[in-house]
C-alpha cells in the first residue's frame, strides 16, 4: 500500500494504540498528530508517544509531528491540567455514566485547539470493523471527519499486520490491555494485579491515589467496581504462593479488548 503524500491541513485522532498509530504510518506524512496528556497516563504511554514520533519522523522524511495537549479545566475555582488533580478537588471520580475523563481531558481540549485551526481535516481510527460504531468526539463546524481505515477497508488484524511491518505495534503490557489511564475504573481486577505484578512503583501511587479519595468520607470507596480496594489487592497478591509463575504469566498475557472511541481507547 502506499503512503499518503498530500500536503493538506491534516490532522489524525492519536491515542497511541493499533489503528491510530497505523493512520500516522499510511497517512502521516504533511500531518499532524493530537494528543492530549490527561497527566493520568501510564509511564509506558508517555515512552510510546516520543516512541512513534521519532519513528514516523524518519519514515516521513521528518514530515510529521505529534502534538501535545494539555487540557485546561476548572475546579472549584481553581484551574487544573490533570485528571488526578480534578478527582480529588471535585471528589467526584469518573464513571461509566459520568465519563467526563474522556470528555473533559480529551475531547474538549481537542475541539478547542481544532476550532482554531481554520478549515481542516480530522482523521478518526476506526477500522472496517467498527462501521456500527460512532466517535465520541464534538462536531466543530470548521472541520471535516474522515475515516480513512474504513475508506481503505482496512480491519484491526489489517492493521496488526501493518505495525508489525514497521516494528511499530504497541504491545502494551498486562495492565493496560486496552490503553486508558492509570487509574481508570474500567480496569479489572486481573489489570490491577497485573500493574502490582509489573509495575509495583506505579501501583503504589494508584493506592496513594484511592486513599487520598478515600479520605473524610463515611463510606469506603474502591476504584474497581468490584468494590475491593487497592489495599487490599495489594494485601491479597503479598499472600500468593508461587508469585515467579504468576509473574510470567502476566508477562506472557494478551487480550483483545474494544475500545470507546477516538480519543479514548476504552
Given at each position: 500500500?502506499?503512503?499518503?503524500?498530500?500536503?493538506?491541513?491534516?490532522?489524525?485522532?492519536?491515542?497511541?494504540?493499533?489503528?491510530?498509530?497505523?493512520?500516522?504510518?499510511?497517512?502521516?506524512?504533511?500531518?499532524?498528530?493530537?494528543?492530549?496528556?490527561?497527566?493520568?497516563?501510564?509511564?509506558?504511554?508517555?515512552?510510546?508517544?516520543?516512541?512513534?514520533?521519532?519513528?514516523?519522523?524518519?519514515?516521513?522524511?521528518?514530515?510529521?509531528?505529534?502534538?501535545?495537549?494539555?487540557?485546561?479545566?476548572?475546579?472549584?475555582?481553581?484551574?487544573?491540567?490533570?485528571?488526578?488533580?480534578?478527582?480529588?478537588?471535585?471528589?467526584?471520580?469518573?464513571?461509566?455514566?459520568?465519563?467526563?475523563?474522556?470528555?473533559?481531558?480529551?475531547?474538549?481540549?481537542?475541539?478547542?485547539?481544532?476550532?482554531?485551526?481554520?478549515?481542516?481535516?480530522?482523521?478518526?481510527?476506526?477500522?472496517?470493523?467498527?462501521?456500527?460504531?460512532?466517535?465520541?468526539?464534538?462536531?466543530?463546524?470548521?472541520?471535516?471527519?474522515?475515516?480513512?481505515?474504513?475508506?481503505?477497508?482496512?480491519?484491526?488484524?489489517?492493521?496488526?499486520?501493518?505495525?508489525?511491518?514497521?516494528?511499530?505495534?504497541?504491545?502494551?503490557?498486562?495492565?493496560?490491555l486496552r490503553g486508558?489511564?492509570?487509574?481508570?475504573?474500567?480496569?479489572?481486577?486481573?489489570?490491577y494485579k497485573a500493574?502490582?505484578?509489573?509495575?509495583?512503583?506505579?501501583?503504589?501511587?494508584?493506592?496513594?491515589?484511592?486513599?487520598?479519595?478515600?479520605?473524610?468520607?463515611?463510606?469506603?470507596?474502591?476504584?474497581?467496581?468490584?468494590?475491593?480496594?487497592?489495599?487490599?489487592?495489594?494485601?491479597?497478591?503479598?499472600?500468593?504462593?508461587?508469585?515467579?509463575?504468576?509473574?510470567?504469566?502476566?508477562?506472557?498475557?494478551?487480550?483483545?479488548?474494544?475500545?470507546?472511541?477516538?480519543?479514548?481507547?476504552?
Open positions: 500500500m502506499k503512503l499518503n503524500t498530500n500536503n493538506t491541513k491534516r490532522f489524525i485522532s492519536f491515542s497511541g494504540g493499533v489503528e491510530s498509530t497505523t493512520m500516522c504510518i499510511l497517512f502521516g506524512k504533511g500531518a499532524k498528530a493530537i494528543w492530549c496528556d490527561t497527566g493520568a497516563e501510564h509511564e509506558e504511554m508517555y515512552a510510546r508517544i516520543d516512541f512513534v514520533e521519532a519513528k514516523l519522523k524518519e519514515l516521513h522524511g521528518d514530515d510529521f509531528e505529534i502534538i501535545r495537549l494539555k487540557p485546561k479545566v476548572k475546579a472549584k475555582g481553581n484551574w487544573v491540567d490533570n485528571l488526578f488533580d480534578a478527582v480529588l478537588t471535585w471528589r467526584f471520580m469518573p464513571s461509566p455514566d459520568k465519563r467526563y475523563c474522556t470528555g473533559k481531558f480529551k475531547i474538549e481540549p481537542i475541539d478547542n485547539f481544532l476550532s482554531q485551526q481554520g478549515e481542516c481535516e480530522l482523521m478518526i481510527g476506526l477500522n472496517a470493523d467498527e462501521k456500527s460504531r460512532e466517535g465520541n468526539w464534538g462536531l466543530q463546524s470548521n472541520v471535516k471527519y474522515s475515516y480513512p481505515l474504513q475508506e481503505q477497508l482496512l480491519s484491526r488484524a489489517d492493521c496488526e499486520d501493518i505495525l508489525k511491518v514497521y516494528n511499530l505495534h504497541p504491545n502494551f503490557p498486562a495492565y493496560m486508558g489511564c492509570s487509574m481508570c475504573f474500567y480496569k479489572s481486577e486481573k489489570e500493574l502490582w505484578y509489573l509495575n509495583r512503583k506505579e501501583f503504589e501511587k494508584i493506592i496513594e491515589f484511592e486513599k487520598n479519595y478515600q479520605a473524610n468520607r463515611k463510606r469506603t470507596y474502591a476504584i474497581m467496581t468490584s468494590g475491593k480496594t487497592l489495599t487490599q489487592l495489594s494485601d491479597e497478591c503479598k499472600q500468593e504462593m508461587f508469585q515467579d509463575d504468576i509473574l510470567e504469566a502476566y508477562k506472557e498475557y494478551k487480550k483483545e479488548g474494544k475500545s470507546c472511541g477516538a480519543f479514548c481507547r476504552r
